[in-house]
């Protein structure tokens, strides 16, 4: 009997650890004493981001939308359609939302976005795509990962990846030396916008 009670009782020391271990305290946002839960977003498959936007991100068993800030009293707008999350703010004080989504993904940001990542990112395929300065901290976990970085965006990425396709217009704004890829191809889009218009002024010829 004492060996049966030390067993249940080791069984619910190790179930406690793990709970505590899964539910994370919230990410540290400025001035977040203004909080607006969306709940009834549903599925979140794919967000995109514009303006001036810092998004946290993190893996979670339901989907979930929280806007540290008067959400509905600024110009601002949180909408899913089609497992389609847009975020769009475009005011001087930047607009911070935390998502937690079961099945992300891919996550495409605009202007002066940020995307953090809260925790690791575990996935079996993950894409990001930045375009003008936007700005990503990603630590993930995946199988496959596409990444894509143009113009003046900057990508910081960590973690554990078996296929990592990258594609930049400057490496320099690539910044991949905590991320353990096990097979990576790399390609310089500006050095294919020159070779096409190498190309096209030869047949002109």
């Not at 539910?23 to 009834?40: D, F, I, K, M, R």
């Not at 143009?150 to 690539?174: F, R, W």
Request: glycine share 4%.
């Amino acid at each position: 009997m004492k060996t049966t009670f030390t067993t249940i009782l080791t069984a619910l020391v190790l179930a406690v650890g793990s709970i505590n271990l899964t539910y994370a305290a919230a990410p540290a946002v400025a001035n977040n004493q203004y909080v607006t839960v969306l709940t009834g977003v549903g599925a979140i498959n794919k967000i995109e981001v514009h303006g001036n936007v810092e998004l946290y991100i993190s893996d979670g068993a339901t989907d979930q939308v929280k806007v540290y800030n008067k959400y509905y009293a600024e110009s601002a707008l949180v909408q899913n359609q089609n497992g389609v999350l847009s975020i769009s703010s475009y005011k001087a004080e930047k607009l911070v939302v935390w998502v937690t989504a079961y099945d992300l993904r891919s996550i495409t940001a605009y202007d002066n976005a940020e995307v953090k990542s809260f925790g690791n990112i575990s996935k079996i395929e993950f894409e990001l795509k930045l375009h003008d300065n936007a700005i990503a901290h990603l630590n993930l976990n995946a199988f496959a990962a596409d990444v894509t970085v143009n113009d003046k965006a900057k990508a910081c990425l960590s973690g554990t990846v078996n296929d990592c396709t990258l594609k930049y217009n400057n490496i320099d704004n690539v910044d991949q030396k905590d991320l353990i890829a096990a097979h990576e191809s790399k390609l310089e889009t500006n050095r294919v916008i020159e070779k096409k218009a190498t190309i096209d002024d030869l047949a002109d010829l």
